[in-house]
């Protein structure tokens, strides 16, 4: 492995080798373009992977470590049973009033908000622990602890505790009972009804669907003895104001009555004057009058004007009818004969002679019907002008009357006015005895709670999946903090990444016992990745291979001798002279490499203390 913070050359067989290479002053090969090396690659799934892999073992022991505390947790939970009324509020509430102004419940939500609140009161409460006896029974006033060790051993060997509640006074017990209920009890309005749901948990499923109902039930209780407390208060308060209404009813009665018999008034049963019921009556009678001598008038204007023999009456007359068609026969016979006869031929002056008198009777039959016209116009005349003095005269007793009738209409409307108000509060006081007989309800249980067969809390499902999230949270925290420490390479893509250094070549892992052979074997993995080594040095540069390499290591033992070995035997193979320095002062290797003597090593030649040969 190399480390991160040490900028090493080559690495031994298994390690990546860099271009960052020590070359010769004169040669002018520079490092790797390290302007994008610190730029993040973004997620990669297959490092994840690595990563899942590399570190299995502990994420299998926090998966199964936040199993088993999942279990421990669920095992230290005590179960709780959940039930659920639900409740309809009916709005708006019945009146107990029609008339008079009571502010009632309006049909928004704040009626629904309003009694929710009144579901969750102390008062309510109370009268629920009262209903179900709750202050008398220890199990639920001393529930088990909802999260505790000790739940464990109670569940395992099934041991309960047996509390005693004589130690408490009974209104300690309520209050305990009571504070249970407001703890456990929840209230929600489902959305977009008028319902609202009532819940409420307990150890015991009995004790939660007990409550539940009688959380509801208690409700409906309350606000019927709300309703009827107040239909009392609004009878007997009604009944006083009749008895007051009624009294001065019948004292404005006998003042009126007093009033008309002193001032001579007398009035019909419509509530009108005896005056003013002539007055109306004249008034008919005169637009009768006046219609009929009108009427009388327009025939009397065609009599002047001599048409009298073509009015309706002549016309609907039958004695006149029957003298015109006898008169207009004589006449045809007349003028037959006189084609024949002359005029002063005895027959001939027979038929005029018949002829004038038929004639005559005709006008005198048209005169005595147009006389009787005349007669009947002059008679409407005198109808009509004595009724228009009978209405003067009339008009003006009525006008004595209004002064009159001022008072009277006065202690008439106060005579009005008492009597409606009394028959209103008659109508109220039987309104408000059939509305306390019939205690209206205000809201109705829609769904009663069942008994729970199984309970909602723990959740080992739920438990187990919150545990293993935690721990493999706590599993990939300590995995960063491992790699955040880490300062090894673990494969060669981290060198260019990390240092910016281009890869000149991979070197294969291979035991020590094997090494040897590996190095003599020119076919073997490790002798074909030194050649491509030595080829990738060949074109690292622009003149070609660099004059001299320099092959270290930040630790002991990885690979400086074998490759400087390698590399050196792989460039002599192409002909190259090739010098090898071994500067390792503390354990050369390169001489066993060789199979050459030690006896004079790099110290001595820097040194002087040998000549050399």
């Keep these: 492995m190399l480390d991160r913070n040490r900028q090493s050359q080559f690495a031994g067989p298994g390690q990546a080798l860099s271009a960052d290479l020590y070359y010769d002053v004169q040669q002018n090969y520079g490092p790797y373009d390290r302007d994008h090396a610190g730029q993040d690659e973004g997620f990669n799934p297959l490092k994840l992977l690595f990563y899942i892999v590399q570190y299995r073992w502990l994420i299998v022991m926090m998966a199964a470590a936040g199993l088993v505390a999942g279990v421990i947790v669920t095992m230290m939970q005590t179960p709780k049973y959940q039930a659920t009324t639900q409740l309809e509020v009916l709005v708006p509430s019945a009146k107990v009033f029609q008339d008079i102004e009571v502010v009632s419940e309006n049909s928004d939500v704040r009626a629904f908000l309003t009694a929710r609140e009144k579901l969750k009161s102390r008062a309510l409460a109370q009268r629920v622990a009262f209903q179900l006896g709750l202050g008398e029974k220890p199990d639920f006033l001393f529930p088990t602890p909802s999260f505790s060790l000790s739940n464990i051993v109670y569940r395992a060997f099934g041991m309960s505790k047996s509390p005693s509640i004589e130690e408490k006074t009974p209104e300690e017990r309520e209050a305990i009972a009571i504070k249970r209920i407001l703890e456990d009890l929840t209230v929600n309005l489902v959305t977009n009804t008028s319902l609202l749901s009532i819940t409420f948990v307990d150890q015991k499923p009995k004790y939660a669907s007990d409550v539940a109902n009688q959380v509801a039930q208690s409700f409906i209780d309350q606000r019927l003895d709300q309703t009827s407390e107040t239909s009392d208060l609004a009878r007997q308060f009604i009944q006083e104001q009749v008895l007051q209404v009624k009294q001065k009813l019948q004292k404005s009665e006998e003042e009126l009555v007093t009033y008309a018999k002193d001032a001579g008034i007398t009035v019909t049963g419509d509530d009108k004057s005896l005056i003013g019921s002539n007055i109306e009556a004249l008034n008919t009678a005169l637009a009768t009058a006046i219609q009929e001598r009108l009427d009388a008038g327009r025939v009397v204007d065609q009599i002047e004007k001599g048409r009298g023999s073509s009015l309706g009456p002549v016309l609907e007359s039958e004695g006149l009818q029957k003298l015109s068609e006898k008169l207009a026969d004589l006449t045809s016979q007349y003028q037959q004969k006189l084609g024949i006869l002359k005029p002063g031929y005895p027959e001939m002056q027979q038929l005029q002679a018949q002829i004038k008198e038929l004639r005559r009777l005709y006008n005198n039959g048209v005169l005595a019907i147009t006389d009787s016209l005349r007669l009947k116009y002059q008679e409407a005349q005198s109808k009509e002008a004595d009724l228009k003095s009978k209405l003067t005269e009339m008009e003006r007793q009525q006008v004595v009357f209004n002064d009159k009738n001022i008072k009277y209409t006065i202690l008439k409307r106060e005579v009005d006015s008492n009597r409606s108000q009394y028959d209103s509060l008659i109508a109220k006081l039987n309104?408000?005895?059939?509305?306390?007989?019939?205690?209206?309800?205000?809201?109705?249980?829609?769904?009663?709670?069942?008994?729970?067969?199984?309970?909602?809390?723990?959740?080992?499902?739920?438990?187990?999946?919150?545990?293993?999230?935690?721990?493999?949270?706590?599993?990939?925290?300590?995995?960063?903090?491992?790699?955040?420490?880490?300062?090894?390479?673990?494969n060669p893509e981290q060198i260019e990444k990390e240092l910016g250094l281009a890869m000149l070549g991979i070197l294969p892992l291979v035991d020590d016992r094997e090494l040897t052979a590996s190095i003599a074997d020119q076919k073997s993995g490790l002798s074909e990745a030194y050649r491509s080594l030595r080829t990738s040095l060949q074109f690292s540069g622009a003149e070609g291979a660099p004059r001299s390499l320099l092959v270290t290591s930040s630790e002991p033992s990885e690979g400086k001798s074998t490759t400087s070995f390698k590399l050196c035997q792989d460039f002599a193979a192409l002909g190259a002279r090739v010098l090898l320095v071994d500067g390792d002062l503390r354990k050369p290797n390169l001489h066993r490499l060789f199979g050459l003597d030690n006896a004079i090593g790099l110290s001595n030649l820097l040194t002087n203390t040998r000549s050399q040969g």
């Design 431 to 490: 309104e408000v005895g059939v509305s306390s007989e019939l205690k209206t309800q205000s809201a109705a249980i829609v769904d009663f709670a069942s008994l729970p067969v199984a309970p909602y809390s723990p959740r080992l499902s739920i438990n187990l999946a919150i545990a293993l999230a935690l721990f493999m949270a706590l599993a990939a925290s300590i995995i960063y903090i491992i790699e955040l420490l880490n300062n090894t390479f673990t």
